[in-house]
Every structure is written in structure tokens, then in C-alpha cells.
């Protein structure tokens, strides 16, 4: 079937189904299975996925995990006439919007091939691992109650040696993100305060100096990570003290710096009295070999590291750990207390059991070699379907690669039309600081399988020879 072809099949069925939805079932109904929408419509398995998103998007059915598709609810009219007015007035001033940052950690609606997923798919997550850690790790006395907020003193003693620091400067926290806003709300000491971030940078960290206040002031990259030639100009034409970066596996470029780059940045920082966020949420994820050292293993006292075991692990085992010294350590550590009072200690004693097992390895391993194969094949059927479209960088590690689009595209609108076609994907505008460098994507391989990847590839194609 030619692709247009296709188009209309897929319109027709979308028409039919919608007028049946609105017409005769009642909310709550269940959905048929997708196989016999299949038979019933006399189309592909993709067709009838595409159809039942896109119904998903426009919020006629929902998706109820293990259970199948039903007939979303009435909306409550109560909630589109109640007075709200109080609560404005009373919060004031809104802050930056965070939207870009609130959908990309919404996961893809089933059926969606998620190659914006910043996380690994379940076939990948040590599923039965976790589950035997979480068993013992509940069975251990006393495991319900309190822990010293500092964390578990074996748990720091793993992160502290897998790092390269004293586990007295590590503190557990619950997942990178948390990390990192205790850290930036620690330092942002005055509104409007300047960050030195790279460009295009982290959403997440974006989201996070946005909502504490602080100013992101972008350090352009080259193909080695961030410019020392552009970062010593900033520092001597700002009061910024302050950078933050990701230089292993970066998200969402994929750079990782060579080691004399991160010795020509750490050499900078120090002569200014730089302090650095260095974000290591990827550092296990290497595909072509182990990255060079961490900043934090080079200048300790120079540097605060966050690690998350979210990244080779799965989203849900929220366990990260902060490396910080000095008094930056001390206002961390009365920061975390104050902000959460101590993680939850049956999680964290199921984390070191799983990082200390002895299949910890070898999970590694299976992760690293199915990430890049999986790298591989959406490098290349890019590279083949969409020949206009620039990798800007293959990347050694991480989940994604950066892909330039022509000049004429509009990435969130190119976006939107991929999810309605049924592919996620992270439009590129959102991620830059300040003004974006043109229409990027950021691609993920980290949550869909090699035919996902295939498929989602070839969807994109169809929609951007259609512009
Ligand atoms: C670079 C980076 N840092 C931090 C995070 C947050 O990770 P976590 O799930 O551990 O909070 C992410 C997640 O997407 C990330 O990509």
C-alpha cells in the first residue's frame, strides 16, 4: 500500500471508530482488541495503532495498563466552572513555564514507539533482579525505620568507590533530579543569579534553574564538548561562578569530552574560582568502551557530582547519590533533610543489594550491547530514509543522538505530528538556553526495540517527505 494510501485507510477507520465511540458506547465501555480491529477493518496492526493514539491524544479512550482500552469518562463540569479566582490571586506572579519539560517525562501513550524515551524499556530493566532485592532488602530488621538522612553507610561506601571519593562526601538522595534541585537551591543565593550551562543543554537542569530563580547563560560546544576559548571569555565578561554540565554521554547530544578537554575546563575553573555541577546520570553507558574520568575523581574540591542508578536501571528505582565537599557539602546535607528528612531505607538497602550482586556486571553488559546495536540501527536507517536529516554527532554512550533538520522545519510542529502518527520524539527548540541553533530532534534508543526503531524511522520519513 503506497503511503498515501495508507493516509486514507487510516483516516477512514479514525472517522469510523470516533463516530462509533461518540454515537453508541458509553463511557467506560472497553474497546475491541486490537486484533479485531484488525479483522474488523481489514488493516495493519500499525494502522489500528495509529488510529487508537490518536483517539488516546484527543482524549475520547484511554489506556489502562495490562487491561486494554476503554471509552474515556465525561469530563466533571464542576472543574471547568468552579471559581478559581481565590487561588490566583493568591499564588501571584506565574512562573516560567515548564510544559516542554512536564511532557517530556510523560511516558508515550501505549502503542506509541517511544523514541523519546529518556529511560530503558522493561525488557531491558533487571527485572527479576529488582525483585529479588526488594525481597530480601524488606525482610531485613528493623527496615522501616529511621536511617540516617546522610543515607546507608555500605550504599555511600558503593557510590564513594564507584566514584573515586571519600564516603563521607556522598549523600543519598532519591533520583538525579532531586539531586540536582537540592544542589542549585543550595547556591542560588540571589534571584537571577548566572549558571554557565552548555548549549543545547539538559531540559531537566533548564527546568530546574529556571523554577530556583537562577539566569542560564549557554557555553557553545564543538565537537569535543563545551569551548574553553568561549567559557574563559564568559568568565571574564560575567560574574558567573557557577557551571553546570553533563560532559559524559550528554543529553541530548551524546558528546563525551576527551580527557584533555576536561583537564583544559577543570584548569579554567579553578584559576576563576569556577564551582562545578557535574551530572553523571550516564556515565554507565558506554558503547564503545569506558569514558574518560569523571571531574569530580580529577578535583574533588572543585567539583559536586550527581549519580542516578536510574539510567542502567529502570526510572522506578529512584536511588542517586550527591559527592560534594566543604561547606557546599554541609548545606546539602541540611537541604536534604529538611526538604525530604532521609530516602527510604528498604529502597536503598534493595539498591545495594542489586549493585553488589553478582550479576550487577553483567546486567551492565547486556545493556551496553543492546544499546548499541540498537545505536546502530537508528543511526543507519536515519542515515538511509533521511538523508537530509544531520546526525551531529554518532555518539560512544548515553541513549540518543541530536539530529539537525533542514532549515525549513519546524521541530515541535514536526513533533506533534510524529506523536499523532505514532512516534514520540523530543523536539530540539526547548532544549537550547537562549535563542535555539536551528530545528533539532533528540532521538532515543534507550526504550524501543530494533522493529520499533525500524518502524518509527520509517514513519518519520514518510512525514518529511511529505513537507
Ligand atoms: C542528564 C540527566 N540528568 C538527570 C536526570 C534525572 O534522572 P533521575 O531519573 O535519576 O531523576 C535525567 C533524566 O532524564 C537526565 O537525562
Redesign the pocket.
Known amino acids: 500500500m503506497t503511503s498515501e494510501a495508507s493516509r486514507r485507510s487510516s483516516e477512514r477507520i479514525y472517522q469510523e471508530l470516533k463516530q462509533h465511540i461518540q454515537s453508541s458506547m458509553k463511557p467506560g465501555a472497553p474497546l475491541p482488541s486490537s486484533r479485531s480491529l484488525v479483522e474488523q477493518h481489514q488493516a495493519s496492526p500499525n494502522t489500528i495503532q495509529k488510529v487508537v493514539s490518536r483517539l488516546m491524544q484527543e482524549g475520547l479512550v484511554v489506556s489502562r495498563a495490562g487491561r486494554g482500552v476503554f471509552v474515556a469518562e465525561k469530563p466533571q463540569i464542576t472543574s471547568s466552572t468552579a471559581d478559581f479566582g481565590w487561588q490566583s490571586v493568591l499564588l501571584g506572579a506565574s512562573p516560567a513555564l515548564q510544559q516542554d519539560f512536564q511532557s517530556?517525562?510523560t511516558p508515550a501513550p501505549a502503542g506509541v514507539i517511544p523514541l523519546g524515551s529518556?529511560?530503558l524499556d522493561a525488557s531491558l530493566q533487571p527485572g527479576a533482579l529488582l525483585a529479588a532485592a526488594m525481597q530480601r532488602a524488606s525482610r531485613r530488621p528493623l527496615i522501616w525505620d529511621r536511617i540516617s538522612p546522610e543515607g546507608l553507610e555500605p550504599l555511600r561506601n558503593w557510590f564513594a568507590q564507584k566514584l573515586g571519593v571519600q564516603a563521607q562526601n556522598t549523600l543519598i538522595t532519591?533520583?538525579?533530579?532531586?539531586?540536582?534541585s537540592t544542589v542549585f537551591s543550595v547556591l542560588a543565593h540571589s534571584e537571577g543569579l548566572p549558571v554557565l550551562v552548555e548549549s543545547p543543554c539538559?531540559l531537566?537542569?533548564l527546568a530546574i534553574l529556571r523554577s530556583c530563580g537562577m539566569k542560564p547563560i549557554p557555553v557553545p560546544a564543538d565537537h569535543a564538548g563545551m569551548r574553553p576559548d568561549l567559557l574563559e571569555q564568559l568568565l571574564q565578561s560575567t560574574s558567573a561562578r557557577i557551571l553546570t554540565c553533563?560532559p559524559t554521554y550528554?543529553?541530548p547530544t551524546g558528546l563525551c569530552w576527551p580527557e584533555q578537554r576536561r583537564k583544559d575546563i577543570l584548569a579554567l575553573c579553578k584559576k576563576h574560582g569556577v564551582l562545578i555541577v557535574e551530572?553523571g546520570?550516564?556515565q554507565d553507558l558506554g558503547l564503545d568502551g569506558p569514558p574518560p574520568p569523571n571531574l569530580v575523581k580529577m578535583a574533588p574540591e572543585q567539583v559536586v557530582h550527581?549519580y542516578?542508578?536510574?539510567?542502567p536501571v529502570a526510572?522506578g528505582l529512584?536511588i542517586?547519590a550527591i559527592a560534594a565537599t566543604g561547606p557546599v557539602l554541609q548545606r546539602l546535607r541540611t537541604a536534604l533533610v529538611v526538604d525530604d528528612l532521609f530516602v527510604t531505607g528498604v529502597m536503598q538497602e534493595a539498591a545495594l543489594e542489586l549493585v553488589t550482586s553478582a550479576q550487577w556486571s553483567r546486567h551492565l553488559k547486556t545493556v551496553q550491547g543492546t544499546l548499541k546495536e540498537r545505536r546502530d540501527v537508528l543511526v543507519g536507517q536515519v542515515q538511509v530514509h533521511l538523508p537530509n536529516w544531520k546526525i551531529q554527532h554518532v555518539p560512544t554512550g548515553g541513549?540518543y543522538i541530536w539530529v539537525k533538520l533542514p532549515e525549513d522545519q519546524d521541530d515541535a510542529v514536526f513533533a506533534r505530528l510524529a506523536l499523532q502518527h505514532g512516534v514520540q520524539v523530543s523536539a530540539g527548540h526547548a532544549w537550547f538556553p537562549a535563542e535555539s541553533e536551528g530545528p533539532h530532534l533528540r532521538l532515543s534508543y534507550a526504550g524501543a526495540s530494533l522493529e520499533q526503531i525500524r518502524q518509527g524511522v520509517t514513519t518519520l520519513a514518510d512525514l518529511g517527505s511529505k513537507k
Open positions: 517530556l517525562y529518556g529511560y532519591s533520583g538525579a533530579q532531586t539531586a540536582l539538559h531537566g537542569t553533563q550528554q543529553n551530572d546520570a550516564t550527581v542516578s542508578l536510574t539510567k526510572a529512584r542517586a541513549f
